[in-house]
């Protein structure tokens, strides 16, 4: 994916009310830190924030200018507020395109699984995105899961994941991603019937001991 330039101002106060204050003008506190750098106390705009993230959220590589210098960074932390779930503050961590990064990688459904829905069975997704190791070049947009070959009772598991060269998971290779489960509604009723049959003969044995006391 292509970088997307990020201009922040440095030299903000610090504090809930020089905050309030930025964001009520539009803009996001946050701080820049990595590689032994000392943290920046910046702010950005959040207009500009949204739109560069809007495409691959925390995963979009950024090239972040801070008076004229450039680093190339992760939003690593967002802080939101409570109600109306804007961004609130931002951390961003320095990176080299060389080196390796740790990001959540959405995990995408493919295919039709058809054996499963003519079974009356539903697709269990278990897991939704993917912890992975990876250099900035090679970070995935998605990591697809195919589903079109399931029968109920199967199970995709991480190992079974097709990742791309340079990718690895960082996660137990027996986690499962996917499971073709049975219908719950269908056990449902199955259990209903099962009880209601059992109620049934136990109303039956009470009628033929009734029965044999009035003989």
Known sequence: MADVTL?????RKTGSGESRRLRHAGRIPAVVYGHGMEPLVVSIEA???????????????????VEGTKHIVLARQ?????????????DFQVVRRDEVVQVNVPLVLDGDASKVTRAGGVIEHVLTSLSVHTQLGSIPEEI?????????????????LKLPAGVSAD???????VIA???????????????????????????????????
Do not use: C
């Open 78 to 90: 967002l802080q939101r507020h409570p109600v109306r779930r804007t961004v609130s503050h931002v």
């Open 7 to 11: 201009v922040a101002e440095i030299g």
């Open 181 to 215: 489960a049975g219908s719950t509604v269908a056990a449902d009723v199955a259990e209903d019937e099962a009880a209601a049959e059992g109620a049934g003969t136990e109303v039956e044995a009470t009628t033929e001991g009734a029965s044999g006391e009035a003989e």
């Open 144 to 160: 697809a899961v195919d589903v079109s070959g399931l029968s109920i009772g199967d199970v995709v598991r991480v190992r079974d």
């Open 47 to 65: 207009r500009e924030f949204r739109h560069a993230m809007s495409g691959h959220g925390l995963n979009q590589v950024l090239s972040l200018e």
């Open 171 to 177: 996660v137990d290779a027996d986690e499962a991603v």
